[in-house]
């Protein structure tokens, strides 16, 4: 492809140019720049674009055809410039927005957006429960999301929970799932981290589980009709991402009476240059009772080898488990389009 014909594709289609399984990132000005994106994982030399002619510079990538993809361009100090041909930009979640695009094969669940007809919505209601020496502050945020069907309903805490509410929009998607009859319905209690503390919250925390066992399950049944985990125990789920979907196994494993549903996106089960997290442990262990564990990762994240390794550990031990790997990096967008699949098998509609 020659340089005009580079330069008419891209002002007139964005970038990158999509051709088949290929993306041709372009740049037009005079100074170079690199990517960087989840197909490295965000980690590691960006990638330089090469200078094709003056005031052209291109770099082209071979991805699945059904990936969706972040990228971030940036000049020879590493830092972020806008890609002024790309009008797609998604928030990273640490302060930044990452540029987007979607192979010929992607596209973005139509269950995160509101219906058009008049289906009926679920409540969300914000509320605060006291951490006392459970957690960093004096009080944590949790919304609960009520089906808008009558009860009693099962519990899922959702780690991150302000995230999942407005990022992936996991309350109009349960509406929707609801609606189409294909999970049964579900109560959500989507609980805020502590901030700087997440860390040390969510690696496999003992506070943690007792904040949720303590303070927040109680919340939830005060202002919810849920299904009695003491007479139907492990009714209740968990859902986390990231150091989130570590924790969400954690729970699982510590309390299958209560938590007897796992639902983990990117689980952070192993780190590069940390190890095994305990869970590896836990889960070698005589299991107390049975787990049903959902699973995934994008195939450009390192910690995709945790989730490969856990997966037979776990059902080594007796566990109902799913594992599943989609064309995606770690973020909000590639959890939202994927979540569903979880929830549909931990909860199917009756």
């Known amino acids: 492809m020659d340089a005009e014909t580079l330069k008419t594709r891209a002002r007139k289609q964005g970038s990158p140019i999509i051709d088949g399984d290929t993306a041709t990132f372009v740049w037009l000005g005079r100074r170079p720049v690199s990517v960087a994106g989840d197909f490295q994982d965000w980690a590691g030399e960006p990638l330089p674009l090469e200078q094709v002619s003056p005031g052209l510079w291109t770099r082209t990538l071979t991805f699945p055809r059904d990936a ?140 943690t589980l007792a904040l949720l066992l303590q303070k927040v399950l109680p919340l939830a049944k005060e202002k919810l009709r849920l299904i009695d985990e003491r007479r139907r125990p492990g009714i209740h789920g968990v859902l986390g991402a990231s150091l989130g979907g570590l924790m969400a196994l954690y729970l699982g494993l510590r309390a299958p009476h209560v938590f007897g549903r796992v639902l983990s996106q990117s689980g952070a089960f192993a780190i590069p240059d940390h190890g095994d997290f305990v869970v590896f442990d836990l889960a070698r262990a005589a299991r107390s009772r049975r787990l049903s564990v959902w699973m995934d990762c994008g195939i450009f994240e390192r910690l995709i080898d945790g989730n490969q390794r856990m997966l037979p550990v776990l059902k080594q031990a007796g566990h109902r488990v799913h594992y599943r790997e989609y064309p995606a990096g770690h973020n909000y967008p590639a959890w939202r389009d994927d979540v569903w699949r979880g929830l549909e098998w931990l909860y199917p509609h009756r």
């Open 68 to 207: 969706y993809v972040e990228y971030a361009l940036l000049d020879a100090r590493g830092r972020r410039v806008k890609d002024p041909l790309n009008r797609h930009l998604t928030s990273n979640g640490v302060g930044a927005f990452n540029h987007s695009f979607s192979m010929p094969g992607h596209s973005h669940t139509p269950l995160a957006r509101r219906l058009r007809d008049p289906s009926p919505r679920g409540r969300v209601t914000r509320h605060k429960v006291e951490t006392s020496e459970l957690a960093v502050g004096t009080s944590r945020e949790v919304f609960l999301y009520e089906p808008p069907v009558a009860g009693p309903y099962p519990l899922m805490v959702v780690l991150d929970g302000p995230d999942y509410l407005r990022r992936a929009n996991l309350p109009t998607l349960m509406d929707n799932l609801i609606h189409e009859q294909r999970i049964r319905p579900v109560a959500l209690a989507m609980v805020a981290n502590g901030g700087p503390a997440r860390t040390v919250e969510y690696t496999c925390s003992e506070a």
